[in-house]
């Protein structure tokens, strides 16, 4: 079957009793014993529910995995990848990262980590240590949307004997099936395109090898980071109309890429072709408050891959966690913006971009810090 074919039906029809189209919300937190020594195949609901097992086998046909789990947030899959490494494993990390990536690798887990320019293999090779593990990277990095060659890493990682992990959110298995082209664990979160409607927090790990899902599984019950029913159930119905949305997306951010790189007051338009998701610095950097208090329809608002198209300031929100030096090295400036592309009309997105970009630089710079995510 193709990926839309999949995407539509995986995981469901599973109600032999009533015959129910839609997968039930089991909102139980415990099962049932039919006698001693006996189970249903569930127990505990942190240890496996009906209603997420349906949504990890739409996951994990998606993927083309072995296994998926799903979890409660992005973070908490990645970090629940990352417990598979200890303090003396050494990491290979794209250094063109989502912040909160950036902000367990450097706050948190504190694993020996090397970032590097993942699009540039022979820097990979070099930064690869006797005791490096793992090398991992987005699929679309972050926010410069930037492509690493999978394929070419996953060689490498074979070569060398190292695990390649790579996030594949900005992509989602409609643009880009790591697994495929040889990676060993998939990230989402699932937050973003997979749910797509901006209304729930979730993530998910797709693995090739099911004896390394049974290892995430156990770590994920351990740790408890297992996503609830009514989650699960959201997101396996976002994953319905995913190829669809994602071809919506990826037409309007084809546009407006098109009109942004016409325009006087913007310098440079990051968009590489695929996804709804783009950047773009503008000339002044007072544009900036000015823009983002100015958009009507584009919400200012945290977040990507939903319906509603948002625009976010990396500088002060998702990557205000780097170092200053480092978000200039890498071209996160104070002059640039992302643009999540939702699946309005194109026209209307453009209109409200052009008029939150015409007249005076009048904005103040102190408004657009905001909290980061
Ligand atoms: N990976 C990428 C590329 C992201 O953009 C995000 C969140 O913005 C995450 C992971 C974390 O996901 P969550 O917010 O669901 O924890």
């Not at 942004?260 to 900036?288: A, I, N």
């Not at 990396?314 to 966690?321: G, L, S």
Request: proline share 5%.
């Amino acid at each position: 079957m193709k990926l839309d074919t999949v995407l539509v039906h995986a995981g469901v029809r599973r109600d032999p009793v009533y015959g129910a189209l839609s997968v039930p919300i089991y909102q139980s937190a415990t099962f049932q014993h039919p006698a001693l020594g006996e189970s249903t195949g569930y127990d505990y609901s942190r240890t496996g529910n009906p209603t997420r097992t349906a949504l990890e086998e739409a996951l994990a046909r998606a993927e083309g995995g072995a296994r998926a789990l799903a979890f409660t947030s992005g973070m908490a899959a990645l970090t629940c990848a990352l417990r598979l490494f200890g303090p003396d494993d050494h990491l290979v990390v794209t250094e063109d990262l989502y912040g909160g990536t950036y902000r367990l690798l450097d706050h948190v887990l504190g694993l020996p980590r090397t970032y590097v320019d993942t699009t540039d293999l022979a820097a990979v090779r070099a930064a690869i240590r006797p005791n490096t593990r793992a090398i991992l990277v987005e699929a679309l990095t972050n926010p410069r949307m930037k492509r690493a060659d999978l394929a070419a890493l996953a060689g490498l990682c074979r070569e060398v004997g190292l695990r390649l992990i790579v996030d594949n959110t900005f992509l989602t298995p409609c643009l880009c099936r790591p697994l495929a082209l040889g990676a060993d664990i998939v990230v989402h979160s699932a937050t973003k395109y997979l749910a797509g409607h901006n209304d729930v927090v979730a993530g998910a790990l797709i693995v090739r090898d099911a004896a390394l899902g049974e290892r995430l599984h156990f770590i994920q019950n351990a740790v408890g980071s297992a996503l609830g029913p009514q989650e699960s159930w959201l997101v396996l119905r976002g994953l319905k109309t995913l190829a669809l949305r994602m071809e919506r997306h990826q037409q309007n951010a084809a546009r407006i890429a098109a009109w942004l790189r016409r325009h006087p007051r913007v310098e440079e338009v990051l968009y590489p072709g695929v996804s709804g998701m783009l950047s773009f610095t503008v000339k002044d950097p007072r544009l900036v408050p000015q823009v983002l208090r100015r958009v009507r329809l584009i919400l200012f608002a945290e977040s990507l891959g939903g319906v509603e198209t948002l625009i976010t300031f990396p500088w002060a929100q998702t990557h205000a966690d780097m170092p200053v030096e480092v978000r200039e090295r890498l071209g996160i400036t104070d002059r640039l913006l992302r643009l999540s592309v939702g699946i309005e009309d194109a026209e209307d997105l453009i209109a409200d971009l052009a008029q939150a970009l015409e007249g005076e630089c009048d904005g103040v710079r102190d408004e657009a810090s905001a909290h980061g995510a």
